[in-house]
């Protein structure tokens, strides 16, 4: 009982801190610091989902740093559009192995959108896409009553519209 009680906080305190991470790539400026941070927010997660035993969720998330980090890496080529294919594809078979409903349809589209931004928009667009994505994350959050991630995700955005209002001034 013990042990359980210990991973569970491990396991928050892992997640908390991811969240404070992904809220330092929402201010940072530069594409690809943004890229390094964001990654680095959802390989906390995915070890915070694995600890909670939620491996769909834990599996999702390491998918998605893989992401973050290969749109950085991958500038041009075949490579650049099958890997963003291929994360497409990937999002979009765990929708449909996890379907709810309609409501599936907001984290799909989310993270789709999220992939073709972090792959094929310049930074400032890429942010404004994600603002997309934010708001579909959100109304998620409120349909689940996931207020923790409803908070999350709403700081995230305002600090996102604050870096794209700071890079829209340059």
Not at 115 to 141: E, G, K, Q, V
């Amino acid at each position: 009982m013990q042990l359980d009680l210990n991973l569970l906080h491990l396991a928050y305190l892992i997640g908390g801190i991811g969240i404070l991470v992904e809220w330092r790539a929402y201010c940072l400026p530069d594409g690809v610091a943004f890229r390094r941070w964001s990654a680095a927010g959802a390989v906390l997660w995915a070890a915070q989902y694995l600890l909670l035993d939620a491996w769909t969720a834990g599996l999702t998330m390491a998918s998605t740093a893989l992401r973050t980090l290969l749109s950085s890496r991958l500038q041009k080529g075949v490579h650049k559009h099958w890997t963003a294919a291929s994360f497409v594809a990937l999002f979009s078979g765990l929708t449909a192995c996890s379907w709810q409903g309609p409501v599936s349809l907001l984290p799909a589209f989310a993270v789709i959108n999220t992939t073709l931004a972090l792959f094929y928009l310049n930074n400032r667009r890429m942010r404004i896409a994600l603002l997309a994505s934010s708001l579909a994350w959100i109304s998620n959050d409120c349909i689940w009553e996931a207020w923790p991630a409803l908070v999350a995700e709403t700081v995230a955005m305002g600090l996102n519209l604050r870096t794209i209002s700071k890079l829209l001034a340059r």
